[in-house]
């Protein structure tokens, strides 16, 4: 059975950074590309960032790319996502996925086969 933990949320002020990290268990993570997604309330989840799984490329929302890294160790089992100068704009409950053609970044929620629960990041102003 997959599963799929994120931690590293929290609440932090402006220009602040955080790490998030997403451990994935009944799985083999080299087997997938993976990706962050977050969703603010009341609004729709949105794609953050993507990264395939030999870590050869990476892709970006507009609103993150500069600031956010993903990452990842396949001998871990973990994805990480490096955040810098944190804007309140990114508040969001911040989601890791796993998508299984291994080379595609996608942008689609609907593209993603595996979610963790989700880890909370607040920003305040």
């Known amino acids: 059975q997959v599963h799929m933990v994120e931690s590293g949320g929290g609440l932090v002020q402006a220009g602040d950074s955080l790490r998030l990290s997403c451990v994935l268990s009944g799985r083999t993570l080299s087997k997938y590309a993976a990706g962050w997604f977050r969703q603010a309330p009341g609004k729709e989840r949105e794609f953050v960032a993507a990264?395939?799984?030999?870590?050869?490329?990476?892709n970006y929302a507009a609103s993150v790319e500069g600031r956010f890294t993903i990452s990842r160790n396949n001998a871990k089992n973990t994805v990480y996502l490096q955040m810098h100068s944190l804007k309140p704009e990114d508040t969001a409950v911040y989601f890791c996925a796993l998508e299984p053609t291994r080379l595609r970044l996608s942008r689609k929620v609907g593209d993603y086969d595996y979610w963790g629960q989700g880890t909370h990041v607040t920003v305040s102003s």
């Open positions: 990264i395939t799984w030999t870590s050869g490329n990476t």
